[in-house]
């Protein structure tokens, strides 16, 4: 036996017919035989067409990116980057419900490399990430009586916020054409408040009573050495 699903049924996006709407506009300027600058900017829509009316409905999206180099000398540069964007995801849900999913993020960087002697070359970043994933909620025309007043006192789903802060730092000696040995540093620092994973105090708990729980704040530090021979 086949089972048809009806209007009333929520689709996956792959199921979903979507029609794809997207600008591009990107400039490059060599303001000097030292200094470049790169800007580019996407924006975007998606729409949806199920044979259903809920799930998802439209997409819409953007995004701003600068990129900058400049050549100290002709063995050492610098570089810098900054981006910003945001992805909205417009459903309809059962029961009256409406939710807009809003994804924004920032990052930025600078970073440098260079020769020190003809065997040394160093280099490094510093980088920053920010992301922030809120859920709009509203209710439509069919929402139940008491849903209004639940919205109100619950203030609907929270937040969640990731955040990392990283430092890189690398050198390859060259011992021969073939030789080299290369050196890693690497320091994290993150913040992920997500209360899919812990809700009022209690950690996610599984079908078969297993609970998943999530460290807000952690550091991570790495340390790496490594050889390589090439034939060439």
């Known amino acids: 036996p086949t089972t048809q699903l009806g209007p009333n049924a929520i689709y996956i996006p792959t199921l979903a017919d979507r029609d794809r709407n997207k600008l591009r506009f990107l400039l490059n300027w060599m303001a000097t035989e030292a200094l470049s600058v790169q800007f580019a900017v996407d924006v975007g829509r998606d729409d949806y067409n199920a044979p259903s009316q809920y799930a998802l409905q439209e997409t819409k999206f953007d995004l701003y990116t600068l990129d900058v180099n400049y050549a100290l000398s002709d063995a050492w540069n610098i570089n810098g980057y900054l981006s910003t964007g945001s992805q909205k995801l417009n459903q309809a849900r059962p029961a009256g419900y409406i939710l807009a999913f809003d994804d924004s993020s920032f990052a930025a960087g600078v970073g440098f490399n260079g020769k020190a002697s003809e065997r040394l070359q160093l280099g490094g970043t510093l980088s920053y990430i920010s992301n922030e994933d809120k859920y ?65 105090g209690t950690p996610f708990l599984y079908s078969d009573n297993s609970t998943v729980q999530l460290q807000p704040e952690q550091n991570v530090g790495y340390l790496g050495i490594s050889y390589i021979y090439s034939w060439r």
């Open 136 to 200: 709009a909620q509203t209710l439509g025309p069919n929402a139940a009586p008491g849903s209004p007043q639940l919205l109100a006192v619950t203030g609907g789903l929270p937040d969640i916020v990731f955040r990392r802060m990283e430092l890189r730092l690398f050198g390859n000696y060259a011992f021969s054409d073939k030789s080299t040995v290369r050196f890693d540093a690497a320091y994290q620092r993150l913040t992920y408040d997500d209360w899919s994973y812990a809700f009022g």
